[in-house]
């Protein structure tokens, strides 16, 4: 499985064949992130439009993947509904390892199906069956009836759309295994407009671990780090949703479309409520001993007197963010079933649910009326949102349609750009304050995850604009080296630049490891070229005044440190991206 080169399996949905194709680049690339954006630059179209039938949909692991604990992540890149531009979301499950075990560094799929369609991929497979009948069907049916078909259990992962990928909603999520998404920027959309509604991947060869003592000892110490010291407690215990109740204590988090950054009434959607009252059990991607997936459950009844059943919603802090406090929800049982609701529509649930903070906002200012949001929307209404995230997923008139390209495509029709929660796409459940919201508005993926900026705004005092655009540029350095081996971000602690070279060298990746600070520059480099070749243009992003009013434990936002660290991240995104320092 060592190899200097990647084997990237390369699908022609129009033909319905593949073929393998080595690709070098290895020791330059890595693999996740960096083996995107080379076959991106290789294989895909920056001046075309996302939907073109020829703009790939990439799927990559990393030189590390199945070899080390979390290293468990697939990195999918597309050319993204949401705005046009090359994207990156990231993806577990049990995706990764099926890669490995497919004997594939990644999967590319071009071309446009005929028909609804089903691929199946594997070391010794490749197959594209019709499944019309699937189409329509929500994310879980389609999963029910999948995994009757595809053999393997255990071994495979299968990734499927919902009506809102079929929709093509910018905010179409995959869905992997049931648990798991490729959740921003819409890439359940480029599915959709590729005909294909699912993907299993195989994984059914096999491979021998490296030998000698160096890799099972250091096997070991990383097992130990992760399981039986503090480090990853948190993660595996109440899980993210442990973020809701100190955000909420420190003014940090994001209420009722941010008017708010914290509400009085917050302890009935904390990570504790969640975990005393609907947590069932946890569970985890394939190859990581953490489990930081929490499953609460729903009860349902379907027959007097006392006959229920119950299904299994997982939770995360920025779902409960989005489902809950943006939206006043402040009932762990209501916010899982939005949940529920959104998860069938195949919609991410972070960006459904601040649009919809959105909508409700702006019917209260009778900028929008029934006949658009179809029912009376308001804050804290949890049945007129169980119907509302289903007209969103389904898009099922005019409006939802449009709200489902994004907040900010409704607010130029309707109005109401000020108190749009859009930081390049709908905000993550952090108003720790300036660094983050620049952050996140820049971005490379519009995420929280981009880099550390909702702990930076919370660790430092001063307002030094040069410090605070350094620490964005190296800890999104740090990140990107992490996203091309590829690591769960959670694991960010443990590995650090040292450890993951120490890895490289355990599995024979020797000359990537010697070289990891330019190689992991490189990537940077490249993501951000790749990104602007495809008009992003970071001068461009305005950040909404509700952002400007928001008020923290540290008091009102101060507008001038947010527009000067702006310009100045923007200056720098434009110098990473110039040509001449891609060497
Ligand atoms: S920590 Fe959670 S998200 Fe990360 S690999 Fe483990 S189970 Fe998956």
Not at 172 to 197: Q, S
Not at 284 to 297: E, N, Q, Y
Not at 428 to 448: D, I, K, M, P
Request: hydrophobic letters at 40%; aromatic letters at 10%.
């Amino acid at each position: 499985m060592i190899r200097d080169h990647f084997r990237v399996l390369k699908v022609d949905l129009s033909t319905g064949r593949g073929q393998i194709e080595e690709i070098d680049g290895r020791d330059t690339c890595a693999g996740g992130s960096g083996l995107a954006a080379l076959l991106f630059g290789r294989m895909g179209f920056p001046d075309r439009t996302w939907e073109d039938p020829e703009q790939p949909l990439v799927f990559a692991i990393g030189p590390l993947t199945g070899y080390f604990p979390l290293m468990s992540k697939v990195v999918c890149a597309f050319k993204s509904p949401y705005h046009g531009q090359y994207a990156e979301s990231h993806g577990g499950g049990r995706s990764a390892l099926s890669l490995r075990f497919a004997d594939l560094d990644a999967l590319v799929i071009t071309g446009k199906a005929k028909r609804p369609s089903f691929l199946t991929v594997g070391a010794r497979k490749l197959e594209l069956r019709d499944v019309h009948y699937l189409w329509g069907k929500s994310v879980q049916r389609t999963g029910q009836m999948l995994r009757r078909m595809v053999g393997g259990s255990g071994h495979r992962s299968i990734l499927r759309i919902g009506p809102a990928g079929e929709n093509r909603s910018a905010m179409a999520c995959i869905n992997v295994d049931t648990y798991r998404h490729f959740g921003r920027l819409g890439g359940g959309a480029v599915m959709g407009a590729k005909n294909l509604k699912a993907i299993a991947i195989v994984g059914d060869e096999s491979f021998d671990l490296p030998a000698g003592k160096e890799y099972g000892q250091l096997f070991r110490n990383i097992y130990e780090q992760v399981t039986e010291t503090s480090m990853m407690d948190k993660y595996h215990n109440l899980g993210t949703p442990i973020n809701v109740a100190l955000l909420n204590k420190i003014q940090a988090l994001p209420c009722r479309n941010l008017q708010r950054t914290s509400d009085e009434a917050i302890s009935g959607i904390t990570g504790e409520t969640f975990a005393e009252r609907t947590l069932l059990r946890n569970t985890a991607c394939s190859g990581c001993p953490v489990g930081c997936i929490h499953l609460g459950f729903l009860r349902e009844k379907f027959s007097e007197p006392n006959q229920y059943l119950y299904r299994q919603v997982t939770y995360d802090h920025e779902p409960i963010f989005a489902m809950g406090a943006m939206l006043s929800v402040l009932d762990a049982f209501q916010v899982l079933r939005l949940l529920e609701i959104a998860e069938k529509a195949g919609l991410d649930v972070m960006s459904a649910g601040v649009a919809l903070a959105w909508a409700t906002e702006a019917f209260e200012k009778g900028l929008l009326s029934e006949k658009e949001t179809l029912i009376p929307l308001k804050f804290g209404d949890a049945g007129a949102y169980a119907q509302a995230v289903k007209h969103l997923g389904t898009g099922t008139n005019d409006f939802y349609r449009l709200l489902g390209q994004g907040t900010l495509k409704a607010a130029e029709q309707y109005g109401g750009m000020d108190f749009a929660c859009v930081l390049g796409q709908e905000m993550g459940g952090y108003a720790t304050g300036e660094v983050f919201f620049v952050s996140q508005a820049l971005g490379f993926r519009h995420s929280h995850l981009d880099a550390g900026g909702y702990s930076y705004d919370q660790k430092q005092k001063g307002k030094d604009v040069a410090q605070a655009v350094e620490f964005l540029v190296q800890d999104e350095k740090a990140r990107v080296l992490l996203t091309s081996m590829v690591s769960c971000l959670f694991a960010r602690e443990v590995y650090k630049e040292a450890l993951v070279a120490d890895c490289l060298n355990a599995v024979g990746y020797r000359t990537l490891a010697e070289n990891l600070d330019s190689v992991a520059s490189r990537i940077q480099k490249m993501r951000w070229q790749t990104r602007l070749k495809t008009g992003f243009d970071p001068g461009s992003v305005k950040i909404p005044e509700r952002f400007k009013q928001v008020v923290t434990w540290k008091g009102p936002l101060d507008t001038n440190y947010l527009d000067i660290l702006q310009r100045s991240y923007t200056q720098k995104i434009r110098e990473m991206a110039k040509p001449e320092e891609n060497n």
